[in-house]
């Protein structure tokens, strides 16, 4: 990859690893920042079409134009009058609590664009971001779209909605269905829908509003899909016992698996999941950790893949 299609990927996505920032900047190949280079620089992050259209929070674009004109200023480089514009202009708009717009460039032709909110907590959910493990459950499904084929597809705790999108993007699944148990997060993820699907989509879309420990035999059985999804959905061992209940009700279908990417914070809350995965009769399996080569991630991330049957 090309340093300024790494940064151009850096900006878009709100990536906030300032080492990895600084060192692309000090990449020998962008001349040691002189005013053509930060001229580069500037057309593919905050003057980028993209970021005209769906801007990153005003925050970050604060963070990211400081990083480089720190850099300009230990190279001893002239900062250029367009960075000099570019940040004084920022440094005028005000913060939208850490709100905007995140995008992720999937291939040449595929760009996914979230709106999120990049609190930790936003409006009593954490729905409203896109975490780790939901970027790497995406990769795989990429890689792995005969498993989603013409597949009525139910994920868990979707969101706002990168991994879904993913999905209908390049999988072709029969139906998908999303799900949440916040309002607020199902109503932005049907805003980030609209924004990723200019006209229409070619598969059948459904939103639901679900909560695992309240999920009936009867509710399962309209349901009734064939692959169930979840990223990020095993953080709370208080929950554990609804998740699981949850998946026995739901994978009534002979052959119906479960997908759970999980970013390991506890330990013991992944090993106590796992653990009552076994009682509850279901088995499951660790999928082979795989490259991570469209996303940027935390570079201290332990992320882990499971697969779930009967």
Known sequence: MQILDLIEKIFLSVTKNRKLILTCFEDKTLEELNCDMQAKILDVTVKNPLCSRYPPPVSYQKFFLRCLY?????????????????????????????????????????????QENSCFVAKSTTGLQTWEAAKYLSEWCIRNKSHFENKTILELGSGIGLLGIIILKFCNPKKYIFSDKSEEVLKLLSSNIKINFKNHVNTFVEQRQLMWADISDEEAEVISPDVILGT??????????????????????????????????????????????????LSYQTLESHQKAIFIYDEFSTLMLYKIYR
Do not use: W
Not at 87 to 102: A, K, P, V
Not at 247 to 264: D, E, F, H, P, V
């Open 70 to 114: 720190d850099c300009v200023e230990r190279f001893g480089s002239e900062c250029s009058d367009d960075l000099a514009k570019a940040y004084t202009d920022i440094l005028l708009l005000q913060d939208s609590e850490n709100s905007g717009y995140h995008s992720y460039k999937i291939d040449e032709k595929c760009t996914v664009t979230l």
């Open 232 to 281: 990020d959905i095993v953080f709370d061992i208080d929950t554990i016992g609804s998740l699981i209940q949850a998946l026995n009700i739901l994978m009534i279908k002979k052959g119906t698996c479960t997908y759970i990417a999980s970013t390991i914070r506890n330990p013991e809350t992944n090993h106590k999941f796992l653990e009552q995965l076994g009682t509850s009769g």
